[in-house]
């Protein structure tokens, strides 16, 4: 097979170590490995597909990060593919089953995606293969590498706010309604957090500390609210 009518795949560093790669690179693709800004392959200028373990795909339910992923790929591609390796709904993680099926309507219905469910990392390569050489069969030319595309304004905005431990898709739209930026956000004190309807004490506080949090500084055992800017900027006292 020459280099012009090889299959190209774009691969994350995240699965560099994985048996995929040399399966991949068996069949005839040419397998190029970077950090992709989002997904686990990329098979054209159009699709991402996103692999994960049926463990890691519930427990991605669990902290919703399944969420942010799937807006980041439909941010950047037309067409998203969720491949899952196992049964999903026999992990030991502790998950109702309504809340996969809530996972599961939302990614099809709302984000458009597509979920195929396979046996194994071989399987799952065979078939990444297949699609890549669907996918490319028309192309004239080898297919470019494609970083980060997001639409500028709103649409970024409200995915920087989903980013943020507690902040789901629903909570967003609110946030940024409220604060008018992800600058004034970021610089909210715990009750002007609270305000946003869906925030309540305990979400305003994770929030506030985890946008604070630094690396190598040692966490405040002062209690929840002691020590937060006043809402005129100062330093507010425990009382």
């Excluded at 699965?15 to 690179?25: C, F, G, I």
């Excluded at 610089?187 to 500390?209: D, S, W």
């Amino acid at each position: 097979m020459t280099t012009e009518t090889a299959i190209t795949i774009f691969a994350d560093s995240s699965e560099a170590s994985t048996p995929l790669l040399p399966r991949l690179q068996s069949a005839g693709a040419h397998v190029r490995v970077g950090d992709l800004e989002c997904g686990s392959y990329v098979i054209s200028g159009s699709i991402v597909v996103l692999r994960f373990t049926a463990q890691e795909f519930v427990e991605a339910i669990i902290d919703g990060m399944l969420f942010h992923k799937a807006g980041k790929a439909s941010m950047n591609f037309e067409r998203s593919v969720f491949l899952v390796e196992g049964d999903i709904y026999s992990t030991r993680a502790a998950i109702a089953r309504d809340a996969i099926d809530g996972a599961l309507s939302f990614l099809v219905c709302v984000e458009g995606a597509s979920i195929l469910y396979i046996r194994n990392p071989i399987a799952t390569a065979d078939l990444i293969y297949r699609m890549a050489k669907q996918a490319q069969k028309n192309l004239g030319a080898e297919m470019s590498f494609q970083r980060a595309k997001r639409a500028p304004g709103r649409q970024e905005a409200l995915f920087a706010l989903e980013s943020v431990p507690g902040i789901g898709p629903s909570t967003a739209p609110k946030a940024l309604s409220h604060f008018r930026s992800v600058l004034n956000f970021v610089n909210a004190t715990v009750q002007q957090l609270i305000a946003v309807p869906g925030i309540g004490q305990k979400k305003a506080e994770r929030i506030y500390e985890g946008l604070r949090w630094e690396e190598g500084v040692e966490n405040d055992d002062s209690p929840p609210g002691a020590g937060f800017p006043s809402e005129t900027g100062g330093v507010g006292q425990p009382h």
